[in-house]
Structures are given as C-alpha cells and as structure tokens.
C-alpha cells in the first residue's frame, strides 16, 4: 500500500536492528517493492498529482512535470536530470516517474541524497562542461552508463533536462530526446488501459513481474542499524540486499557508540564504491 501511495521510501525497524535475517528482510522488501511498483497506474498518478497542484508552479516545475509524462507517453527507458543542489531533480520525482532518473551532479551531498528520493539515482562528475560537445559527450557517459548498470534498456529514448543558458536544470530548464546505446528489445504487455478497471488488480502477473525489461526498482529502503547489522560484513550484507538509507535510532545508546558504527559503515561503503545516504533519529523529549 506504501507504494501505492506513491511513498518515496520504506523502513525496516527490528526486521534489521535485531531480526535473525537482516540481510534476507531487505532482500524481500525490496522484492516486494519491486513487484508491487508494476501495478501502478503512473498515468493516473502524474495526473493526480498535477491537478491537486498549486498553480502557477515553476517553469522548472513545469518543465520536469512535462518530462515526467513525456517519458510515459513515449515509453522512453529513462530521465537525466543535470543538477546543481538537487533540486530539479526533486521535482521530477515529485511526479513519481516511470522510469528511473538518472541524477548528474557535482555535489556529494546530491548523491547522497538521491537515495532517499523517489527513483533517483546519482552520477557524479567533478565539473560541468558547457553547452556544445562536452555537454553532449556527458550526456552520452550518463546514458551509456545507466544502461550498463541496468537503469536503461539499449537502444530505447532518453528523456534529458539540462539548462538552456548552461548545464544545469535548476532555475532555466530545457528538454531533449536521446537515445541509449545499444539494440532495443521489442516489449509487450498486452494490456489495453481503456478496458482495465484496476491496474493494480489485473496488470501484475508473474510473467511482468519476472521480465528482465521491467523497470528497476523505484522506491527506496530505509534501514535501521542495531546489533545484528553492525559489523561490517553485516552491513555490507545490507548494502548488497538493497539498502539505500542505514537509519541510528539515537533512542538507544550513546553518541561515541553511534559514531563508531557510522565510521564502519562509511568505510564500507567506500569499500564498495556506493554512497547510501545515512538518517540521524534524534531523541526527543522525554516526560
């Protein structure tokens, strides 16, 4: 129901501080969140969502919400958003897109924080290039590496905002089509929306579910650290499974200890070449 409702994230409590299979709690919830995001009626979704908007929005608003429906009308794989602080990127998953969003960005907090929203996930670069060809040879690393690490099918179209005075998105948006490297591979679901009374009930089947050309997982997990993940084999076990966020609950324990496991986990995550984004519960007060 959580992803129904269109949640950015969900969260594992005791499943992952103190379960006996932390590490199998992630890898089923992010099954779950999977399966359940290919029951979702994204056309209705965007459509809600922009009609229960505020209006006059922004021209970035305005623009990623156009992108965010262009890459559903056109079945495109994917949508690259070029960001300085995050922000346009934001609102493309406002929307709650389709497909992923493929997140460029010079800024570590960006990609850190690209784990807590909606379909977002990062690629880092050290500078932007300008306008001409070194934007396009980015825009051609990003795609190309989106579909090698599985956020893109080959061969199919790239829905791309960058700036119109410069590289970034963030105040002067402007939308392109691309499309990714490779040979496309012919799809089909065989569903007629006119004639489906419910998608959630009547779309999912095992056969969508288990197709390689499913979009990946959209939705993010929020895990919370405890004894049972704290080494780091553990919490490379998470990280593996799916986790996107590790949450300290500072309920319990004190601020060393909290410090000591955060220090591991970063370590880890340099280990492995990923950037999790990390959640501080702070205590509240107490009656």
Excluded at 79 to 88: L, P, Q, R, Y
């Amino acid at each position: 129901n959580a992803v129904f409702d269109g949640a950015d994230a969900v969260m594992l409590s005791g499943e992952t501080a103190n379960g006996s299979f932390p590490a199998e709690a992630v890898q089923t919830m992010a099954a779950i969140t999977k399966n359940s995001e290919e029951g979702v009626n994204h056309l209705q979704r965007v459509t809600f969502i922009r009609d229960f908007t505020a209006k006059p929005v922004s021209l970035t608003e305005s623009v990623l919400c156009n992108a965010v429906e262009t890459a559903q009308d056109i079945l495109a794989g994917l949508i690259v958003v070029i960001t300085e602080d995050g922000s346009a990127a934001q609102k493309a998953s406002k929307y709650r897109p389709s497909v992923p969003v493929l997140v460029i960005t010079e800024s570590e907090q960006v990609v850190r924080h690209t784990n807590s929203f909606f379909a977002q996930y990062a690629y880092s670069v050290e500078k932007f290039p300008e306008l001409g060809a070194g934007l396009s040879a980015l825009l051609d690393d990003a795609i190309g590496y989106a579909v090698v690490e599985g956020l893109c099918a080959p061969g199919v179209e790239v829905v791309v905002v960058h700036g119109a005075y410069g590289a970034v998105a963030d105040v002067y948006p402007q939308m392109e089509l691309r499309v990714a490297p490779g040979m496309p591979k012919q799809f089909s679901t065989k569903r007629d929306v006119k004639k489906t009374v419910s998608l959630r009930s009547s779309f999912i089947s095992l056969k969508h579910i288990a197709d390689k050309t499913a979009p990946i997982r959209k939705t993010k997990i929020l895990c919370t650290m405890g004894p049972k993940c704290w080494s780091a084999e553990g919490m490379g076990k998470l990280m593996d499974a799916g986790l996107n966020i590790a949450r300290f609950n500072f309920s319990h324990g004190g601020h060393a200890d909290h410090q000591e496991v955060l220090d591991r986990f970063r370590q880890v995550a340099h280990d492995k070449d990923c950037c999790p984004a990390v959640l501080l519960d702070t205590k509240g007060p107490e009656i």
